[in-house]
């Protein structure tokens, strides 16, 4: 990509992903997060709730920044992500992170790109909303 060819109203290069059911085991032992939602069918029953485990937060966004980061070419160039949480995910979901540029402006850094930001489950209103400005290459 090249920083001129980069425009207002460009949706950016969608990332896609089944969510996985034991990566979210892993990530509540990474996290140390008791919460039974995230990994133990009972607790779901007992609640009234899907019996598919609810995906964690910082997973989603997880989402969102490696689609941003491969349309920028590094984590390190993501500057500022803001989100908010609208639904669940569930595991088996297949959710889709899309964005579009919708600002543009230079600064000492360079060119940044303000973009809008979404976490689409398939079949499902999004999951997660959000801004981000990335420094473009």
Known sequence: ????????GQQLPPLEVRVDPEKMKLMAALLSDPTPI???????RELGMDERPVNQGPLNMGYLETMLARWVGGRDRLLDLRVRFRGNVLAGDLVRATGSVTALREDERG???TCDVVLEVDGADPAM?????VLLP
């Open 1 to 8: 990509m090249s920083v001129a060819e980069v425009a207002v």
């Open 38 to 44: 995230h990994f133990d069918v009972r607790a779901l």
């Open 111 to 113: 060119r940044i790109a």
């Open 129 to 133: 909303t959000g801004e981000a400005e």
